[in-house]
């Protein structure tokens, strides 16, 4: 299980521009995928967002940061301040990626809301993976990947870690950035980690000349520098929502997982003003 330290934050970078499923006119984190059902009965579409929303929520996130860009304010009028839940509530606040600079640029223009001893999960909002819960399963005192086994581990960031038995942490070895002929099957799709660990992960990036665009060869650094990092192949279905081929599939995968049946974000009455009000997510 996670630990819990201090605060427990929801990191999710959303500044990049979609470009693989333009032409859009909305984020492509609000992208409608598979629906909901409001407690009256209706209904609704479901943002992409929202699936990880529910899984930070499963995890323990208290609150939430979105890394977005000038143009994006359409997630702010969609998520407000606060989203409840019958599984915990958490604050959202907002940063402003001023120019798209890579994943590492996103997730550390959240530095300086994060204390030494908070905790932090990291995820892609315009990805859906199963089980919902597999979060839990990560160590709360290192960086920690939650691992999915894909047909094309080349388009993704591949993690070569130690033998394990099924859902136990293995040791991370390298991390393979869309790399021809991966080595393994199993890429991360979200990852944990102490604040004292962003810390330092941020202070190395800041050393680099030219700066790490890619999580992948920031870690590869930090753990040639002596740094632990653990991986679980807990993941069952991973599917990146960001390409038309990727909305069908995730289609298919919320229809074979039942999501529809269930689904779990509902608003809290009626919809309040943009940025005022809050969402509330119900299991």
């Known amino acids: 299980m996670i630990a819990f330290l201090n605060a427990m934050w929801g990191i999710i970078p959303a500044a990049g521009k979609g470009s693989r499923i333009q032409p859009l006119a909305f984020s492509k ?34 609150k939430f940061c979105f890394v977005i860009s000038a143009g994006k ?33 996103a997730l550390f223009h959240a530095h300086p809301l994060i204390a030494p001893d908070d905790s932090l999960i990291v995820g892609l909002p315009d990805t859906i993976w199963f089980p919902a819960g597999a979060l839990a399963r990560l160590p709360g005192d290192t960086l920690s990947f939650l691992l999915f086994p894909v047909r094309h581990p080349e388009l993704f960031d591949a993690v070569l870690a130690d033998d394990a038995g099924p859902r136990e942490a293995a ?14 099957c ?5 990852f944990s980690l102490p604040g004292r660990v962003f810390h330092e992960l941020h202070a190395l990036w800041r050393q680099h000349n030219p700066r790490d665009e890619y ?38 995968a919320i229809d074979r997982a039942g999501e529809n049946a269930y689904d779990r974000t509902t608003h809290a ?5 943009a940025g005022a009000g809050a969402r509330l997510l119900v299991p």
Do not use: F
């Open 171 to 184: 040791a991370v070895r390298a991390i393979q950035v869309k790399q021809p002929g991966a080595a393994t």
């Open 269 to 273: 009455g009626a919809d309040p003003p």
């Open 186 to 190: 199993w890429i991360w799709g979200a």
């Open 29 to 62: 984190e609000l992208l409608p995928v598979g629906s909901r059902i409001d407690r009256a009965g209706q209904e609704h579409p479901r943002a992409v967002s929202e699936y990880l929303i529910e899984r930070m929520l499963l995890a323990g996130v208290d």
């Open 215 to 252: 999580l992948g060869t920031l870690v590869n650094s930090w753990l040639a520098r002596g740094g632990r990092a653990t991986a679980v192949r807990a993941g069952e279905t991973y599917v990146d929502v960001g390409t038309v081929n990727g909305y069908r599939q995730a289609l298919q």
């Open 73 to 105: 304010s359409d997630i702010l009028e969609y998520y407000g301040g606060r989203i409840e839940s019958e599984a915990g509530s958490a604050d959202v606040c907002y940063v402003v990626q001023s120019q798209p600079a890579g994943l590492c640029d």
